[in-house]
């Protein structure tokens, strides 16, 4: 389920042209630099949860580039996480259900705005692309 996020996160900013972090659909709707932010905070906060360490993070937007590389980072240090030996401190099913279906849900946003601010990301093949876990 991380590696998907990733890889569907990672479709949803590539290319993404100048000024769409800061895209607005409408003024109570989060920027996709916030909502980046905000998958970063889910993914880090997964990270201390599985550990047994309940974090409430609500990190502001930094650079957009810095933003993707946060994103990456925190994908690569959860699956890194995931592959250890450590055990889970709450169900795999749990962490589902939270934190990772909120993250793929704020993902699908990125995936509209991108569509809704003239430039749509490209078809992919998400049914057979080979997602692996561990290669964000």
């Known amino acids: 389920m991380v590696a998907t996020v990733s890889f569907r996160g ?15 659909a409408g003024s109570d709707v989060r920027s996709p630099s916030e909502i980046l932010a905000h998958i970063g905070d889910l993914l880090v906060g997964s990270h201390h949860l599985l550990r ?12 957009w580039d810095d933003e993707k590389q946060r994103f990456a980072t925190a994908v690569r240090e959860l699956d890194t996480f995931l592959a250890g030996e450590v055990p889970l401190a709450y169900p795999v099913e749990k962490f589902v259900q939270g934190p990772i279906g909120d993250a793929l849900t704020h993902v699908g946003q990125l995936v509209i705005l991108r569509r809704m601010s003239g430039s749509p990301v490209r078809d992919e093949p998400y049914f057979t692309v080979e997602i692996i876990p561990g290669e964000s």
């Open 52 to 63: 047994g360490e309940f974090v409430s993070l609500d990190s502001k937007p930094v650079a």
């Open 10 to 24: 990672r479709v949803a900013i590539r290319d993404a042209p100048a000024g769409f972090a800061d895209f607005r």
